[in-house]
């Protein structure tokens, strides 16, 4: 490894976090340590983007409250953090859209770092390239982080722009954690523009089952049913404290079509697969 250059990572997670569990967070970790122990990317922080309200998907709740158990979920994380910028906007934004962002954020934080402490950068780049240690490329790339089922949602006609797919496996990049009876090798085979970038495409098994659901756990919730150890202690906390979760939420925007449906009726949509 001496010499080589290491790209330094992002992984953002796109979704509804409806409400985030342990099987999100894990998401993150078990990407970091594929990515890793590749010998070519050495992954500096994981951001969590809750959807907006203007998703307006079934049973979706308030983005502050998703945007507040996140935070919780992951305020012990020295890594992982949250980010409000999607949510906060007053309609629906394309997953593309939300990427393009983050990047431009990395690299303005990147400039800002430059500019300001130019003493220290001097002496950092002066380390690298005298140092033996893989040194580490100064712009950070973005890339989505999904389960499978996001994957397979790129195949299914009409829930996404043909062009967001292309240009987010082509410029960014898709970490893919696995879940028991997907397959993304397969998914990836059918598809032509996924095979085109496939070697964008990062697969990573996970050995270890954990078949957490959103959709099951809100569930449990409504008919009053233990949640703990599926999301962390705060978050359930969180949801008793506020009464979230029951018959009622889970009706919000029962029979309204989906924002990317609505925008892209009759065309392409581009819609995001999460639960």
């Not at 697969?203 to 999301?231: C, D, F, K, M």
Request: one cysteine or more.
């Amino acid at each position: 490894m001496e010499g080589q250059n290491l790209s330094k990572v992002v992984l953002l997670a796109c979704g509804s976090f409806n409400p985030i569990t342990n099987m999100h967070l894990r998401m993150f970790e078990l990407a970091r340590d594929h990515l890793e122990d590749t010998g070519q990317y050495r992954v500096i922080k994981g951001i969590i983007s809750p959807v907006g309200d203007a998703y307006k998907k079934k049973g979706l709740i308030e983005a502050c409250h998703r945007v507040e158990m996140a935070r919780l979920a992951s305020e012990n994380s020295g890594w992982i953090t949250v980010d409000s910028w999607e949510c906060l906007q007053p309609e629906w934004v394309e997953t593309l859209k939300v990427i393009q962002h983050h990047y431009e954020e990395q690299m303005a934080a990147e400039q800002n770092d430059d500019d300001v402490d130019t003493v220290r950068y001097a002496k950092k780049r002066r380390y690298l390239e005298g140092s033996t240690h893989p040194k580490i490329r100064e712009c950070p790339q973005v890339m989505m982080l999904c389960g499978a089922d996001v994957l397979g949602s790129f195949v299914v006609p009409n829930l996404w722009k043909q062009d967001d797919i292309a240009e987010i496996l082509r410029r960014y990049g898709v970490v893919c954690i696995t879940r028991s009876g997907s397959d993304p090798h397969k998914l990836i085979h059918q598809s032509d523009v996924l095979w085109k970038h496939r070697k964008n495409i990062h697969v990573v098994p996970e050995w270890v089952t954990n078949e957490i659901s959103a959709t099951h756990v809100r569930r449990a919730l409504r008919r009053g049913q233990s949640v703990r150890y599926l999301l962390p202690d705060e978050v359930v906390h969180y949801i008793q404290e506020h009464k979230l979760y029951n018959s009622e939420t889970e009706q919000r925007n029962a029979g309204v079509v989906l924002a990317p449906l609505q925008r892209y009726a009759g065309a392409s949509s581009g819609q995001r697969g999460s639960a």
